[in-house]
């Protein structure tokens, strides 16, 4: 195999990974114990009619404030 496909090798297999986790994601939903007890700022999780939605807001804001100081950085240059 020639080195310079390597790189679109790993990224191939990373998201074939990264889509089978996703596809799982659901049916390992149903078998974990509830989400209930972890702190609302670590994992928030919204439900209604069979349809789950978890996110971390404390990941949202560390994202947010990342994004932004990175944007401050590059118009500062």
Known sequence: MD???RPFTALGL???VSGIILVSLP???RHLPSLDR???FLV????RNG???VTSPLLIV????SLLLNLF???SL
């Open 3 to 5: 080195p310079s496909y």
């Open 73 to 75: 950085n590059r118009s």
């Open 51 to 53: 349809f789950y939605f």
């Open 14 to 16: 990373l998201l074939i």
């Open 38 to 40: 972890f702190p609302w």
């Open 44 to 47: 928030w999780v919204y439900r």
């Open 62 to 65: 560390i994202s947010i404030i």
């Open 27 to 29: 049916v390992l939903a």
